[in-house]
């Protein structure tokens, strides 16, 4: 019996340390075909961009059937609205302007400096590698690939071990389209991905858990490797005194639901004006019971990824009620690995939940007096990676973008704002660094170069040594006025 349970540990510690083994090497072939080809051509670009779409769309069926086979149950339509469809739409948007976002940028030249021209190069970095989490496998996969290949880079693209399926078949479908030199994955434990994060990458892309994202900046930082950190955080949600209770309630609900709230931008908190806490609950409850009118077998209610997390997550829900938190689960029991909706009231800053991002169908409810207050609440804590505010008031809004500091911002609605292409996607503080998507995802994974050009006449001659009278009389003629 021993030797039965030791054998596969055996084969996956061997499996484990043969990746290990192979990243250097692999690095090495992307660096050299980078370095025979460092400047691709827009259609080459588009050429590879099209293809992976033209993948994705092929095979959407089978990579949301391995989503669900490693959640035990994800929604095939939450896979297809928030994985497949902004990844299709984002290679859209990048074949499109790939030529613009390529075309160097002609800056200015000062007098002193004439005749000269100079302009801003955009070059790709090289090799980038992306380390992907396991809540959207697909779309964090795909999303900073598609930056990198528009850029003109390499990619090298650590899988989560939390989804193996998945992980799996992104593998064998991208080795259908791109040689290994190209666009490689990586599979392996915990391990591998920490041999990974110290490789010597022009650039690293991680998405995950701010603890982690602290090891993978140490690990980047003994390369000077500069890193993109979308890292999470506790995104809050603001609840008005006077929106109507139902639009709220309803788009708060829709952030909190997708995935089973297993997402780095779902509301972890909501603030609600003391007097309308039981109005929210009500409206809460509603609307959760309305999208998903029982838990038992039903394909649209995603469960959570595995075990440990599972775990996690009811250690949570012990944790505040041994300490006084209130709990209100919306359904009178969970199904396998489906974690009933449940808002939790009566709160305190000691329990695990008000202390750790929550990620998963947990919903603290928070009562305020006053604005002022609920910003206070936000602005004594990390800085999140989403807030969310619901009122129809324009100064209040304002105020709202004012005032506080996150990552990103929606007004009247929910994560949204992550599916936008023409805008820059990424955190602050304590939930990360850096931005990708669209455009901003093309500059991160290039280098702005600066280039000054002369022909063969040149001014500057007059500047040059030996130094007199004459050379300070032109200084101030120019500069000093």
Same mark, same amino acid.
């Given at each position: ?23 250097e090497?692999?690095l ?13 051509a ?22 949301? /059937?391995? +989503?669900?086979?490693? #959640? =035990?149950?994800?929604?095939? @339509?939450?896979? !297809? ?29 000062g ?7 100079a ?13 992907v ?22 990619a ?8 193996p ?17 190209l ?6 434990? /915990?391990? +591998?991905?920490?041999? #990974? =994060?110290?490789?010597p990458? @022009?650039?690293? !892309? ?20 500069p ?92 944790d505040?009620? =041994? ?6 689960? !919306? ?87 992550v ?25 991160t ?19 040059y ?16 006025r």
């Open positions: 019996m021993v030797a039965d349970i030791a054998a596969p540990l055996l084969d996956r510690l061997q499996q484990n340390q043969q990746h290990i083994l192979g990243l090497p692999l090495a072939t992307q660096r050299a075909a980078f370095r025979s080809n460092p400047m691709p827009a259609e080459q670009r588009i050429a590879w961009l099209k293809a992976l779409r033209e993948l994705i769309l092929s095979e959407k069926q089978t990579l949301v /059937a391995a +989503v669900s086979s490693d #959640f =035990s149950n994800r929604s095939a @339509d939450e896979t !297809l609205l928030a994985e497949i469809m902004p990844s299709l739409h984002g290679i859209d948007y990048a074949t499109k302007r790939i030529k613009k976002w390529m075309k160097p940028s002609r800056r200015s030249v007098a002193a400096f004439q005749p000269a021209s302009r801003v190069v955009y070059q790709p970095l090289g090799v980038v590698g992306i380390i989490p396991w809540n959207y496998p697909l779309y964090l996969a795909f999303g900073p690939l598609i930056g990198a290949l528009a850029a003109g880079n390499r090298m693209i650590k899988m989560s071990e939390s989804t399926a998945t992980s799996q078949r992104v593998k064998d479908l991208l080795a259908r389209i791109f040689p290994e030199d666009v490689s994955v990586v599979l392996g434990e /915990a391990d +591998v991905g920490q041999a #990974f =994060s110290r490789l990458f @022009d650039h690293l !892309l991680f998405t995950g858990a701010t603890s982690i994202g602290r090891h993978v900046m140490r690990a980047a930082a003994d390369n000077l490797t890193v993109t950190l979308e890292l999470g955080g506790k995104s809050p949600a603001i609840v008005s005194a006077d929106v109507p209770m139902g639009d709220a309630a309803e788009r708060i609900a829709f952030g909190k639901t997708m995935n089973a709230g297993q997402t780095c931008v779902a509301p972890d908190y909501v603030l609600v004006p003391a007097a309308r806490v039981d109005e929210f609950v009500e409206a809460y409850r509603s609307t959760v019971q309305r999208f998903y009118p029982s838990l038992t077998d039903n394909p649209d209610y995603t469960a959570i990824v595995n075990e440990r997390q599972l775990n996690r997550l009811q250690g949570y829900l012990d505040a009620q =041994s300490k006084g938190a209130t709990l209100l689960p !919306l359904y009178p029991q969970n199904q396998d690995r489906r974690l009933a909706q449940t808002l939790v009231l009566n709160t305190s800053d000691d329990m695990k939940l008000m202390q750790e991002e929550i990620f998963g169908p947990l919903l603290p409810v928070i009562p305020y007096q006053r604005l002022e207050d609920a910003f206070t609440y936000i602005n004594d804590r990390p800085r999140p990676l989403a807030l969310y505010y619901f009122g129809y008031d324009k100064a209040e809004q304002q105020r709202v973008l004012h005032e506080t500091h996150s990552g990103g911002v929606c007004i009247n609605d929910t994560l949204l704002h599916a936008q292409d023409d805008m820059p996607f990424g955190g602050v503080g304590p939930s990360g660094m850096g931005h990708y998507h669209g455009h901003e995802g093309f500059l994974f290039s280098k702005a170069k600066g280039v000054f050009i002369k022909q063969r006449f040149n001014a500057a001659k007059f500047i040594p030996p130094y007199g009278t004459g050379i300070q009389k032109l200084i101030h003629k120019l500069f000093i």
